[in-house]
Nanobody
C-alpha cells in the first residue's frame, strides 16, 4: 500500500518559482518510479516529469525542459518538483504518482495541489 500527499502549490506570477513536495508512506518508496502529472480543466492528464528509484535518471515533457527539475530524497520518502520560470500555461492541478518499475501504469496517486500562474 502506498499513500501520497502533495504540498507546495499556490498562486504566483509568470516568471516566479515554486517547489512541490510529495511525501510517500506505505511500501518502500525507493522501489517506485515517481512521477508528477498535471491536469487543467477540460484537458487530458499529462505526465510532466518522472524519476527512477535511484534518482539518477529522469524524464521531462518537452514543454517544461530547462524549467522544471524532478528530484527525490529516498531517506525522507519525498519527491520534489522544482518549477522555475513559470508560465500561465503551467496552471493546473499537479498530482504526485508512483508505480513499480516493472509496471506500466501509475497505480498510486496523491490528492493534487493547485498551481495557478497569473499573466
Amino acid at each position: 500500500q502506498v499513500q501520497l500527499v502533495e504540498s507546495g502549490g499556490g498562486l504566483v506570477q509568470a516568471g516566479d518559482s515554486l517547489r512541490l513536495s510529495c511525501v510517500s508512506s506505505g511500501r518502500p518508496f525507493s522501489s517506485c518510479i515517481m512521477g508528477w502529472f498535471r491536469q487543467a480543466p477540460g484537458k487530458e492528464r499529462e505526465l510532466v516529469a518522472s524519476v527512477l528509484p535511484s534518482g539518477v535518471d529522469s524524464y521531462y515533457v518537452d514543454s517544461v525542459k530547462g524549467r522544471f527539475t524532478i528530484s527525490r530524497d529516498n531517506a525522507k520518502n519525498t519527491v520534489y518538483l522544482q518549477m522555475n520560470s513559470l508560465k500561465p500555461e503551467d496552471t493546473a492541478v499537479y498530482y504526485c504518482a508512483a508505480r513499480l518499475i516493472v509496471v506500466k501504469d501509475y497505480h498510486y496517486w496523491g490528492q493534487g495541489t493547485q498551481v495557478t500562474v497569473s499573466s
